[in-house]
Nanobody, 127 residues
Framework: QVQLVESGGGLVQAGVSLRLSCSASGRTLRTNTMGWFRQAPGKEREFVAAIRWPDTATVHADSVKGRFTVSRDSAKNTVYLQMNGLRAEDTAVYFC????????????????????WGQGTQVTVSS
């Protein structure tokens, strides 16, 4: 099992930037694909971005393309989500997830492909 801990969330104004971190521990060899998902109140969990290892292929949701960037520091077993130009509609709890598989690009956005999940970190953007 992999333990995932997110951090970096907070209350910010629209237009500013935040960087979320997801630190993995335990069986980190099971983190060949790592993703970020978010869930706003009253809505279903939705895909945000994912990164595959070791080729570092990435996928971003259309709603965040050009604003959010996923990256990974394998030496630190940490995945990041750099969020620029935040909007009120980005308000949600952000979750980190991992899969032991090197998922194909079309599968990286599917939440059922991920096995381990963090507890989430709240991001609130005021307009």
């Amino acid at each position: 099992q992999v333990q995932l801990v997110e951090s970096g969330g907070g209350l910010v104004q629209a237009g500013v930037s935040l960087r979320l971190s997801c630190s993995a521990s335990g069986r980190t060899l099971r983190t060949n694909t790592m993703g970020w998902f978010r869930q706003a109140p009253g809505k279903e969990r939705e895909f945000v971005a994912a990164i595959r290892w070791p080729d570092t292929a990435t996928v971003h949701a259309d709603s965040v393309k050009g604003r959010f960037t996923v990256s990974r520091d394998s030496a630190k077993n940490t995945v990041y989500l750099q969020m620029n130009g935040l909007r009120a509609e980005d308000t949600a709890v952000y979750f980190c997830a991992s899969s032991s598989r090197r998922l194909i690009m079309s599968a990286m956005s599917l939440n059922h492909m991920y096995i381990d999940w963090g507890q989430g970190t709240q991001v609130t953007v005021s307009s």
